[in-house]
């Protein structure tokens, strides 16, 4: 099993932490951000798939932000597989 920290930026949480293993996300945890979506985000991705998981979540804003924490975590993640 992968371990992968991630600092996000331009969002309420301040980091992101993954456990994947075989390509499929294990768990995710937020540091910071609004608990229950960031609880919600993380327990409906365990078991997906991280290329699904990144096409799910690009590109999701949040208010006026360029960015969102689950935009964050899709970088995060597109970062990981650039790194393996």
Request: proline share 1%.
């Amino acid at each position: 099993m992968d371990a992968f920290h991630y600092q996000t930026r331009g969002v309420c949480s301040r980091a992101i932490d993954l456990e994947i293993e075989d390509g499929v996300i294990q768990s995710v945890k937020f540091h910071g951000g609004c608990a229950g979506n960031t609880q919600g985000v993380a327990a409906l991705l365990r078991g997906m798939r991280v290329e699904d998981a990144i096409e799910r979540l690009s590109g999701i804003r949040c208010g006026f932000k360029s960015t969102s924490c689950p935009d964050q975590l899709s970088l995060a993640l597109r970062e990981y597989l650039a790194k393996k």
